[in-house]
């Protein structure tokens, strides 16, 4: 069954999920907890029991599976991170693919590289001779480079992802919003949700994947900066205008330079275009931002507008859906991969990942697993994602 979308003021991304977790009566305990649904949360809870099938997982999410950045996100696959490569981090991509397969996830995956492009100016790469792409946008935009990279279906992804955590007996507990958590001898954690009281879950170890949402729970308040980040989707255009846009090989394409703009064609030869970042009000949430009111708005028109006045091919090409999704950056472009600040001294026990920035679809499943090993003492978690640096 498509679950309804479930953030209605931050609008409705194209990507289905079609999976419901199964009701589930709520345990008392968990031998781990997983808070938070998205790529990271679901991967990790598959994982977890994967490695440790005597151990019991329980995620809680808030809303509805990928109803984070994960089920409105663009869907293009990157390697390495926003920050490029980093110590110890292995080959993202083939890793990703073991996972998908080790899952059993079929998600649509395509792997024919991303262009990067760029106006050319004196700060960027030269364009690429005979650049397919030959656009008009503050510049001309042109291909400069391409890399390992290509597209996936995110609802498929999302889906794919849960179905796997639960066949492999993992407990996927949706509107349950944790509220608090307390370290005592084991970890208490409280959570709402459907009206009810709130209920208490303990666990021996837990893993934050809750990305731009709940940043003080993850000790990520001042340490990230979480945004609302804005996508578009046009109707589907023809063949003959795929080809005079240059996107014939149908790679998807972001900009090295400002002002910033990313994109990749669906298989019904639709497109979807992102560009535009909006801060949350001052002591709010994101979640509470709506698409349709003005600064979103005025975005949305002038994301259109650009697209629209990119090539001629395209020049009065019709726009179905707008959405947007939360995203966490930090000044470094690392994601977060640490221990929370808050574990007792001498027993790590609580893992936060998240903040890759415009670069998780692949690297949220790839550092889930790594995630589950640490969470089992079998792998140290590196040092270049620690909150602190
Ligand atoms: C519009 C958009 C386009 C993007 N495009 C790309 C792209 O093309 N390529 C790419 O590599 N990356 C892209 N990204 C980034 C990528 O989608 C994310 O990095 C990735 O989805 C993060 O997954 P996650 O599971 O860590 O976080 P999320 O998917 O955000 O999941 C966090 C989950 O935690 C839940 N949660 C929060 N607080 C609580 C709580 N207190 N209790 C319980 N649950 C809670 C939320 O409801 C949510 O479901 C994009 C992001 C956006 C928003």
Request: charged share 20%; glycine share 12%.
């Amino acid at each position: 069954m498509t679950q309804p979308n479930a953030n209605e003021n931050w609008g409705t991304p194209p990507w289905k999920i079609e999976f419901e977790p199964p009701a589930a009566p709520i345990p008392a305990s968990s031998n781990l907890v997983v808070i938070g649904g998205g790529f990271t949360g679901l991967a990790a809870a598959a994982w977890l029991r994967r490695l440790a099938p005597g151990k019991s997982v329980v995620l809680l999410e808030a809303s509805r599976i990928g109803a984070g950045a994960s089920g409105r996100t663009g869907g293009i696959v990157l390697a390495e991170t926003a920050a490029g490569d980093l110590p110890g981090l292995g080959d993202v991509l083939a890793g990703f693919q073991e996972i998908l397969r080790e899952l059993e996830v079929d998600c649509g995956l395509e792997l024919g590289g991303a262009w990067e492009i760029a106006r050319g100016g004196a700060s960027s790469k030269a364009p690429r001779a005979g650049s397919p792409i030959d656009w008009n946008d503050s510049g001309r935009l042109r291909v400069v480079n391409e890399v390992p990279g290509g597209t996936l279906d995110p609802g498929k992804l999302v889906s794919g992802l849960a179905r796997a955590a639960v066949r492999a007996g993992a407990v996927i507990l949706e509107n349950c919003p944790v509220q608090n958590v307390r370290w005592a001898e084991r970890i208490e954690i409280e959570f709402g949700g459907d009206g009810a009281r709130s209920r208490k879950i303990f666990a021996e170890k837990v893993l934050y994947a809750t990305n731009a949402l709940s940043l003080d729970l993850a000790a990520l308040a001042g340490k990230a900066e979480p945004r609302l980040t804005l996508a578009a989707l046009t109707a589907p255009i023809t063949g003959a205008q795929i080809e005079a846009i240059g996107l014939a090989q149908r790679k998807p394409f972001y900009t090295v330079d400002l002002p910033y703009l990313w994109g990749r064609l669906r298989r019904d030869n639709s497109i979807v275009w992102g560009a535009g970042l909006v801060n949350a009000p001052d002591g709010r949430g994101l979640e509470t931002i709506d698409i349709a009111s003005a600064e979103p708005a005025a975005l949305f028109a002038r994301l259109e507008q650009r697209v629209r006045g990119l090539h001629p091919a395209i020049a009065s090409i019709e726009f179905t859906h707008r959405w947007g999704g939360p995203i966490l950056f930090r000044d470094n472009w690392r994601p977060v991969f640490s221990w929370h600040p808050q574990c007792p001294p001498g027993n790590p026990n609580a893992i936060v990942l998240g903040a890759y920035a415009g670069h998780g679809v692949a690297l949220s499943s790839y550092l889930a697993d790594w995630a589950a090993e640490s969470l089992l003492g079998r792998r140290a978690l590196p040092s270049w994602g620690s909150i602190g640096g």
